[in-house]
């Protein structure tokens, strides 16, 4: 079986990569790819794999963008940690997700789903998938795995996000706080760009979170957060004329 890899982080690709091969020995990961024009570039060289991966948002864009300019007809298994509308398109259209961190036995369950397929090449309307979601394209929940249990935090519930030894995190509104399996970058694909901003490289703020701001020195603003947070939030230098923008609707 030759498989395609689409996935923007290394780490998570390598993990797969792993996971795929210890299952099926005699898969050849053909490619990993971690953008929209990677893969594009890709597929007008090569003929399609048996099965691909892949992730839902890549380093420039939503991995959607790639059914506008080419038809890939092999199945596609793919992954996310976020978006139910997203995992309900997917079951209306007969194409398995994965849930991230991609568990083996949920991994072996769907390399199975695939193998039982009596017409493998069956082709699926991944352009009629990406137009069932295309308009409201931001994530709408976090599934969020601690330990043995698996939360669900609404995006509307979500203050702010913010970056601590390397770990993301998001804050709700009544002050509770969870880890992520994002970065603040690959956040801000994910996130309503109306209602979040990234004001720093360590966080992504909500409007509503928003208590007071207050000017502070070399044209940047000091943001205090509701619920409280434990540093300084000051807009950078460089963010503050988007930010004030962004305020007040314009960008």
């Given amino acids: 079986m030759n498989v395609l890899i689409i996935e923007d982080e290394e780490a998570a690709a390598r993990r797969l990569e792993k996971l795929v091969l210890g299952l099926e020995a005699q898969t050849t990961v053909l490619a990993k790819l971690d953008s929209i024009e990677s893969v594009l570039n890709w597929l007008e060289q090569h003929e399609l794999p048996d099965l691909v991966f892949m992730d839902i948002h890549l380093a420039d864009g939503s991995s959607f963008e790639v059914f506008n300019h080419v038809k890939i007809d092999c199945p ?77 935090v609404d995006a509307n519930d979500a ?24 970065s603040l970058e690959k956040l801000e694909e994910m996130l309503d760009p109306r209602r979040f901003f990234r004001v720093n490289r360590q966080v992504i703020l909500g409007l509503e979170a928003i208590r007071e701001m207050y000017a502070y020195s070399k044209s940047r603003v000091k943001v205090e957060l509701e619920p409280p947070a434990d540093m300084d939030i000051i807009v950078s230098t460089e963010r503050s004329p988007h930010f004030k923008k962004w305020l007040t609707g314009e960008e």
């Fill in 76 to 152: 596609i298994i793919f992954t996310t940690a976020y978006d139910q509308y997203a995992i309900q398109a997917f079951r209306v259209n007969a194409v398995d997700y994965l849930l991230k961190p991609i568990k083996r036995e949920e991994l072996r369950a769907a390399l199975d789903k695939y193998q039982r397929q009596s017409q493998p090449q069956t082709t699926f309307n991944y352009q009629q998938l990406a137009q069932s979601i295309k308009e409201d394209p931001y994530n709408r929940r976090f599934l969020i795995r601690i330990g043995q249990n698996i939360k669900v």
């Fill in 159 to 182: 203050a702010y996000f913010y970056t601590e030894d390397k770990i993301t995190f998001v804050v709700t509104h009544d002050g509770k706080r969870y880890p992520l399996d994002h």
